[in-house]
């Protein structure tokens, strides 16, 4: 099993930066892909950003492009979502998952409990 652990959340102004962390734990041998996500309330889970779990490639959604940055360290198990010039539609409670490529939430099959990020204006 493969564990997925959020951290980093919390209530900032807009136009303010933030950097989110998943933790993985157990079977992380078994990891191709790990992609952000977030869901606001009464609105789908969207796709943010991925990568290759080894490195090198990475991709964003339009909505993210140049201002989240989605990196790893092999060494620690760890991804992370660099987030700037936060804006309030940012709000959302923020999930990392494993999976396999691609930027639908059934591409991934594990998940973290979220973290939440609230930006007022």
């Known amino acids: 099993q493969l564990q997925l652990v959020e951290s980093g959340g919390g209530l900032l102004q807009a136009g303010g930066s933030l950097r989110l962390s998943c933790a993985a734990s157990?079977?992380?041998?078994?990891?191709?892909?790990m992609g952000w996500f977030r869901q606001a309330p009464g609105k789908e889970r969207e796709f943010l950003a991925r990568t290759i779990w080894t490195g090198g490639f990475v991709y964003y959604a339009d909505s993210v492009r140049g201002r989240f940055t989605i990196s790893r360290d092999h060494a620690k198990n760890t991804v992370y979502l660099q987030m700037n010039s936060l804006k309030p539609e940012d709000t959302a409670t923020y999930y990392c998952a494993a999976g396999q490529v691609g930027q639908s939430i059934y591409n991934y099959n594990y998940w973290g409990q979220g973290t939440q990020v609230t930006v007022s204006s």
């Open positions: 157990g079977r992380t041998s078994s990891i191709s892909h």
